[in-house]
């Protein structure tokens, strides 16, 4: 079954310091996601990408962060300059066709900000 | 405001037990997901729903579009089923923005 894969699975970085976080998406799938969760907390929308740009973003998704499909295969979030705020659980999904289509979920990179 | 509540918050069984998650909300929707988060914190997509009933396995999920209603059920519950079950919303938009509800953290005991 095709997966949705994120790496690194942890990062630890240091506050103030640009972290990236990379997924590959399915392949034949169109429309691209980042969500967060903080401990404890329901899962938040970060941000969704299609035809290589920005659709929509949330308030979340302030100019700290930003997203880029480099190439054919690879989708991208950044953080330029991380807060204690910012430690939570990273998931990059995928949709072959968006609204009213399956999702996949990558199985997340924790970001521990210190 | 909440646009998706979901109940119980935790829940406690036997193995063998017949569970229910309940999902309500309070917008339009083109589709309901339910999802199941591992206690490593990958998120597996179960069922995507717009109406009626579907089933896989030992699992079964219902929607009521009338009532903004959706639950989900697991059969014969399991140890290996003990996990947190997430409800999540697509609120009708061609970009498939998801609206999640705070889960459900599962535990089935031997």
């Known amino acids: 079954e095709p997966e949705v894969t994120q790496t690194p699975s942890h990062q630890v970085t240091q506050m103030g310091q640009e972290v990236i976080l990379r997924c590959v998406p399915i392949?034949?799938?169109?429309?691209f996601y980042w969500y967060r969760q903080i401990l404890g907390q329901k899962v938040e929308f970060l941000v969704s990408?299609?035809?290589?740009?920005?659709?929509?973003k949330s308030e979340i998704f302030d100019d700290q962060f930003s997203v880029e499909r480099p190439d054919g295969s690879n989708f991208t979030l950044k953080i330029r300059s991380t807060k204690l705020e910012d430690s939570a659980m990273y998931f990059c999904a995928s949709s072959e066709m968006g609204g009213g289509y399956g999702y996949t979920f990558g199985s997340g990179t924790r970001l521990t900000v210190v | 405001k909440n646009e998706v509540e979901q109940s119980p918050q935790n829940l406690t069984a036997q193995e063998g037990e017949f569970i229910t998650i309940n999902c309500s909300y309070s917008?339009?929707?083109?589709?309901l997901h339910w999802l199941q988060q591992h206690p490593g914190g990958g998120i597996v997509s179960l069922f995507m729903?717009?109406?009626g009933k579907k089933k896989h396995g030992r699992l079964i999920a219902t929607i009521n579009i009338q009532e903004k209603h959706s639950s989900l059920h697991i059969t014969a519950s399991h140890p290996r089923d003990s996990a947190v079950y997430i409800c999540?919303?697509?609120?009708?938009?061609?970009?498939?923005?998801?609206?999640f509800g705070r889960g459900t953290q599962l535990t089935v005991w031997p």
């Open positions: 990408f299609y035809n290589n740009e920005i659709s929509e």
């Open positions: 729903l717009s109406s």
């Open positions: 999540a919303v697509d609120r009708g938009s061609t970009l498939g923005r998801l609206y």
């Open positions: 917008v339009g929707i083109s589709a």
């Open positions: 392949s034949n799938h169109l429309y």
